[in-house]
């Protein structure tokens, strides 16, 4: 089945610093990719996605680009800030087995801390 | 804002008892998923309906069901409740069903199991 795997830390960076979240999947299908990020005590937001081979989804500073020859979307930030401090999830939606299911699959989520 | 609410916010009941979790999608999305996120597993796939109709199960037990009604709002239904299913119950919905569609996640509910 797929699956997800993230570095999963906690990660904790100066204010500044450059970041980068290593994730890779496994799926059956060709899949759709995402990061999001939960800050405390909240939901989880979308903060990028891609959606084919080469594709590079951006927002906020955040970038990963769709690597399906390492099977990989690592997420990166050229300069943290305080306050990205969060748990990132990296995530995938496919087919699934019965050709229907776009549920996501989560890997375990990575706690960034960003010190002043 | 995800636009996504779930009601209530937070839910402290006693094992045994039974609990309705309620989900509104963001105005014109059809889908709504169902996820549970505890400390042990992650964030697991429940549920998914698609304008009125169940679309794919995941990990759901037996004791827990879910409609969605014709207004597309959702309910998630929590039935002879136990201490491990204390967690955090999210809803999501997207505006179609497939790989490409954003799922927009509510700020959950918090179940706690005395």
């Known amino acids: 089945g797929d699956s997800v795997t993230q570095m999963e830390g906690p990660v904790t960076l100066s204010e500044e610093a450059f970041l980068t979240i290593n994730c890779t999947y496994t799926?059956?299908?060709?899949?759709?990719l995402f990061w999001y990020v939960q800050y405390p005590g909240e939901g989880l937001q979308l903060l990028l996605k891609?959606?084919?081979?080469?594709d590079k989804g951006s927002n906020k500073g955040f970038e990963a680009t769709y690597r399906k020859e390492t099977t990989s979307f690592h997420l990166e930030k050229g300069s943290v800030q305080v306050s990205d401090s969060a748990v990132y999830f990296c995530?995938?939606?496919?087919?699934?087995?019965?050709?229907?299911?776009?549920?996501?699959?989560f890997g375990k989520g990575t706690l960034l801390t960003v010190n002043p | 804002d995800s636009g996504v609410t779930q009601t209530p916010k937070h839910l402290i009941t006693a094992t045994g008892q039974r609990v309705t979790l309620r989900c509104s999608p963001r105005?014109?999305?059809?889908?709504v998923y169902w996820y549970q996120q505890s400390l042990d597993q992650g964030l697991q796939f429940l549920i998914q309906?698609?304008?009125?109709?169940?679309?794919a199960k995941g990990n759901i037990l037996e004791r827990f069901s879910a409609q969605q009604f014709p207004d597309l709002h959702s309910e998630l239904n929590l039935s002879s409740l136990e201490l491990g299913d204390s967690a955090l119950y999210f809803c999501?919905?997207?505006?179609?069903?497939?790989?490409?569609?954003?799922?927009?996640f509510g700020p959950g509910t918090r179940l706690t199991v005395t």
């Open positions: 799926a059956t299908g060709y899949p759709s």
């Open positions: 891609a959606t084919k081979a080469d």
């Open positions: 105005s014109g999305d059809l889908s």
């Open positions: 999501a919905s997207s505006e179609s069903t497939g790989a490409t569609y954003e799922q927009y």
């Open positions: 995530a995938l939606s496919d087919r699934g087995s019965g050709g229907s299911n776009y549920k996501l699959t």
């Open positions: 309906y698609y304008n009125g109709e169940e679309r």
